[in-house]
Nanobody
């Protein structure tokens, strides 16, 4: 069964940066697309971005475009979400998810989810 474990969350000041990691086991990232999602308190889950399995192409939500970067290390079966120019609106629990289908930012397309890691942007 596919398993995902996120790490790297924490407290960061506005304007700061943070890198989240997503460790995958029981499946290979060159066969599965990875999506990153977040959920703020009282809000619906939001797709942040995704990376395709075949060629590593990425796609981002408008809210994070130019600030967030998704990458992967196929050798170590890791995916990453590099976040910069963070604002309090970026606060939330961040999840990585995996799908054997196309990479999208619709959570309904994903079969496996990590437990999430908290990101808090505050001064």
């Amino acid at each position: 069964q596919a398993q995902l474990v996120e790490s790297g969350g924490g407290l960061v000041q506005p304007g700061g940066s943070l890198r989240l990691s997503c460790a995958a086991s029981a499946f290979r990232l060159d066969y599965y697309a990875i999506g990153w999602f977040r959920q703020a308190p009282g809000k619906e889950r939001e797709g942040v971005g995704c990376i395709s399995s075949s060629d590593g192409a990425t796609y981002y939500a408008d809210s994070v475009k130019g600030r967030f970067t998704i990458s992967r290390d196929i050798t170590n079966n890791m995916a990453y979400l590099q976040m910069s120019s963070l604002t309090p609106e970026d606060t939330g629990v961040y999840y990585c998810a995996a799908t054997g289908g196309m990479a999208t930012i619709d959570g309904r397309d994903y079969e496996a989810w990590g437990q999430g890691t908290q990101v808090t942007v505050s001064s």
